[in-house]
C-alpha cells in the first residue's frame, strides 16, 4: 500500500511540475523575472548587465513588421524603446523636452543615440566592450557599434524598477551629458514658451 501511495504522489508531482504552456522550450526562451530570482542571479553581476544590455539592443538596427504585416523599420516602430528601457528620471526628461521642441518647432535630436547615427546600416550590430564601475543603483557600459563604420561610446545605467536601464546615452564626469542638454533644452524651451504668452 505504501508503495502504491509513494507512486501516485510520484506521479502527481510530475505532472504539476511540467511544462503547462504545450510549447516546446528551448534554451533561447527568455527568463522571467520570477525564474530570475528563484535561479539566484546576481543583477549586479558584469555577466547579467551584459546580457541585459545584449537584450536592450538586440532589436535596434533590426526590421520588424507592423500590425498588417508590412516590414518597417524599428525607428517607425509604435514600439517606444526610450519608454520600455530607459529610467523613468531620463525618460521623464525627454519627454519634457519633446513636448517643448513640438511647441516652438526646435528638433530634440538631429541623430539616433540608439543607433549612433542618423540612418542606421544592413549589418548594424552592437557588442558590450566592457561594464565597469558598478554599484547598487548605477553601472557604466563601454559598446562597440557598427553603423557603417566602427563606433565607441559608453551609456550610463540605473537599477530601478528591479533590473537595469538606460540612465544616460552620453555620461561624463564633467556634466556634459544628454541629461544636461535636456535640462537645457527644457530650460530654453520654457523660455519660449513664457515669451508667447
Not at 143 to 152: G, M, P, Y
Request: charged share 30%; hydrophobic share 30%.
Amino acid at each position: 500500500m505504501k508503495k502504491i501511495l509513494v507512486f501516485i504522489l510520484t506521479a502527481i508531482l510530475m505532472l504539476n511540475c511540467g511544462n503547462k504552456t504545450g510549447k516546446t522550450v528551448s534554451d533561447t526562451d527568455s527568463l522571467s523575472i520570477d525564474t530570475v530570482a528563484d535561479a539566484g542571479i546576481d543583477k549586479h553581476s558584469e555577466a547579467y548587465i551584459r546580457q541585459r544590455i545584449d537584450t536592450i539592443y538586440k532589436g535596434v538596427g533590426k526590421s520588424t513588421y507592423d500590425s498588417e504585416g508590412k516590414e518597417v523599420s524599428y525607428i517607425s516602430n509604435p514600439f517606444n524603446r526610450d519608454s520600455a528601457y530607459c529610467s523613468e528620471r531620463y525618460y521623464a526628461l525627454m519627454k519634457e523636452a519633446l513636448q517643448l521642441c513640438n511647441e516652438t518647432g526646435d528638433i530634440l535630436y538631429d541623430y539616433d543615440y540608439w543607433v549612433c547615427g542618423q540612418d542606421w546600416s544592413d549589418d548594424w550590430s552592437c557588442k558590450v566592450a566592457k561594464v565597469y564601475e558598478i554599484t547598487d543603483s548605477t553601472a557604466l557600459v563601454d559598446l562597440n557599434i557598427h553603423n557603417f563604420s566602427d563606433i565607441e561610446t559608453t551609456i550610463a545605467l540605473r537599477f530601478e524598477r528591479d533590473d537595469w536601464y538606460i540612465d544616460d546615452f552620453s555620461p561624463s564626469k564633467d556634466g556634459n551629458d544628454d541629461k544636461k542638454y535636456l535640462r537645457e533644452t527644457i530650460r530654453q524651451g520654457m523660455k519660449a514658451r513664457e515669451k508667447a504668452n
